[in-house]
């Protein structure tokens, strides 16, 4: 008899998220809530990328920290490996799901040296049984984001912003965890120091076999990094699938809208790249407002900036739409 071809059994996601809705009550009392996620849905395989891109104020921070359990949601779930976060304890969940932030000064302890900060990670999880080992490793870490063994000694005012950064890359892998969320690891970093960190990330994730979600307005890191895309725009996806049809042929007209504002080169040939922090996000996020939802809105969140808005978008929320295989975006058709 012979046997039939069959297909391999799809991967399981490391991470998913179903749904997620997040609420803040407003800061001040008797005022209206703001809906910061409002039904945001994501599957991310082992070993891939995962790009989320958008203004700021859209929901990207508050996505991030629901998924490694800083924050818990309204409603909805996130999954890791299958199980529900909240299933784990929170120094098994660390073991497997790490957060690297915006701000590397934020994150480390002014007190602690650099390898202070990666041995205690190594005491908490007992990688390390005693302090050769746990020299060895800390050393083999700092050599994994490019830095040499002085660095260990070094506090982090001593450290330059790339540095520092490459110090909260080291000690998130101290922990040999599986999955990164990467929440605008780079935004903070000089243009020069920049492309080093991308490119270390890259390297990482081979390297290691690491899944990561990474969070950022960069549309050319978003194009480096990424397997897929996610746009948010006011607090949910408008467009995800594969970064190449995302970017390259964007169906939502608010894609289309981030993707031009990026500037392009100047006459004399400077780069996008070589414009300041401050310049970049401005010139990309530039394209209207983009707070929180009031928790009771009706019709299409983008209605007001949307050229193809109709009638009916008034009081319509249009839904996510399958385009084109995994290429999906918020239903614009007429």
Not at 53 to 70: D, F
Not at 225 to 248: I, N, Y
């Amino acid at each position: 008899m012979t046997a039939s071809a069959q297909s391999p059994p799809a991967q399981s996601p490391a991470l998913e998220a179903i749904d997620l809705v997040k609420i803040y009550p407003s800061a001040r009392g008797g005022g209206q809530p703001t809906t910061a996620l409002a039904g945001v849905s994501l599957a991310l395989p082992p070993g891939t990328c995962f790009g989320v891109v958008g203004e700021s104020g859209c929901g990207k921070s508050t996505l991030a920290r629901q998924l490694v359990g800083l924050e818990q949601p309204t409603s909805g779930t996130v999954r890791l490996a299958g199980r529900p976060l909240a299933s784990y304890r929170r120094a098994d969940l660390a073991r497997r799901l790490q957060l690297v932030s915006q701000d590397p000064f934020s994150s480390l302890n002014p007190r602690l040296t650099a390898g202070g900060a990666l041995t205690e990670v190594l005491k908490v999880h007992r990688l390390a049984t005693s302090k050769q080992q746990a020299a060895d490793r800390v050393a083999e870490l700092l050599d994994m984001v490019s830095l040499g063994p002085q660095f260990a000694a070094r506090l982090p005012h001593q450290l330059s912003g790339g540095q520092a950064q490459r110090v909260a890359i080291a000690r998130a892998l101290a922990a040999e965890p599986q999955l990164l969320v990467l929440d605008e690891p780079t935004s903070a970093l000089d243009v020069s120091v920049r492309a080093g960190v991308v490119n270390l990330l890259a390297d990482l994730r081979t390297r290691l076999a690491l899944t990561y979600l990474f969070i950022s307005h960069d549309m050319a890191v978003i194009r480096q990094l990424s397997d897929e895309v996610g746009v948010m725009s006011q607090a949910r996806f408008v467009e995800t699938g594969p970064w190449h049809g995302v970017l390259s042929a964007p169906l939502h007209p608010y894609t289309r809208a981030l993707l031009d504002a990026v500037p392009e080169p100047d006459p004399d040939g400077r780069l996008l790249a070589d414009l300041d922090e401050a310049e970049s996000a401005d010139a990309v996020i530039a394209v209207g407002g983009n707070a929180g939802l009031a928790a009771e809105h009706t019709g299409c969140p983008y209605y007001s900036r949307c050229p193809i808005r109709i009638d009916r978008c008034l009081t319509q929320d249009p839904p996510l739409r399958s385009i084109d295989g995994r290429h999906e975006a918020v239903d614009t058709s007429v």
